[in-house]
Each structure stands twice: as structure tokens, then as C-alpha cells.
């Protein structure tokens, strides 16, 4: 247990303080927040950048707003290294499984 010492006011003594432990619901949180920041952030360039500019691919021909385009060419690449990469997690846990490996985390709690 992470314990920090401080000292009591104007004495000489100290007093031993217990830090609070993380938990997965203070993560959650972090996580939570730092979406919410970069979905502000993500908004705000969008509204900003709302000349049209004409997409055409596969002969398919729409007309966007340069950020709702740019938007969408950049979860086509998030989508692009996400699905290859959890199929090859997902490959990997299971060659682990059948080589009698762990996958699961061991339990922090005390």
C-alpha cells in the first residue's frame, strides 16, 4: 500500500496519510473525459471546416463538407488498422490457449 507521509499544522510530528487505490472506475472516468475532449475538439473542426468539396470513388459522386469528409477518411483508417490488428490479438490468445498459456490478468485486489 502506497502510504506518503505529511506533516500535521505548524508540528513537528507526522501523520501517516493512506493514498486513495485506483480502481477501474477511475479509469473509466479518465477515459471518459479525454473522449469527451476529443469529441469537443473533433466537433469544432468539423464547424469550422464546412466548405463543400465533391468525393468521388468507386463512381459513387457526393458533395461533403470538407470536415465530414475528412472525418470519414479518418475512421476508414482507424477501421483500416483496428480490424487486423484485434484479428491477430485474437489469433494470438487463441495459440496461447491451446499452448496451455494464461490469458486471463491476475486479480489486483487484496
Known amino acids: 500500500m502506497d502510504d506518503k507521509w505529511m506533516p500535521t499544522?505548524?508540528?513537528?510530528?507526522?501523520?501517516?496519510?493512506?493514498?486513495?487505490?485506483?480502481?477501474?472506475?477511475?479509469?473509466?472516468?479518465v477515459g471518459v473525459i479525454l473522449s469527451a475532449v476529443v469529441l469537443v475538439f473533433l466537433l469544432v473542426f468539423i464547424l469550422q471546416n464546412g466548405n463543400?468539396?465533391?468525393?468521388?470513388?468507386?463512381?459513387?459522386?457526393q458533395t461533403l463538407p470538407t470536415g465530414v469528409a475528412l472525418l470519414f477518411a479518418a475512421i476508414a483508417g482507424v477501421l483500416l488498422v483496428a480490424?487486423?490488428?484485434?484479428?491477430?490479438?485474437?489469433?494470438?490468445?487463441?495459440?496461447?490457449a491451446t499452448e496451455g498459456f494464461v490469458t486471463e490478468r491476475p486479480s489486483h485486489r487484496g
Open 9 to 29: 499544522d505548524g508540528e513537528n510530528d507526522v501523520t501517516r496519510v493512506a493514498a486513495a487505490p485506483r480502481s477501474r472506475v477511475s479509469g473509466l472516468w
Open 83 to 96: 480490424i487486423p490488428g484485434s484479428i491477430r490479438i485474437l489469433q494470438l490468445r487463441r495459440a496461447a
Open 52 to 61: 463543400p468539396v465533391l468525393i468521388t470513388f468507386l463512381g459513387w459522386t
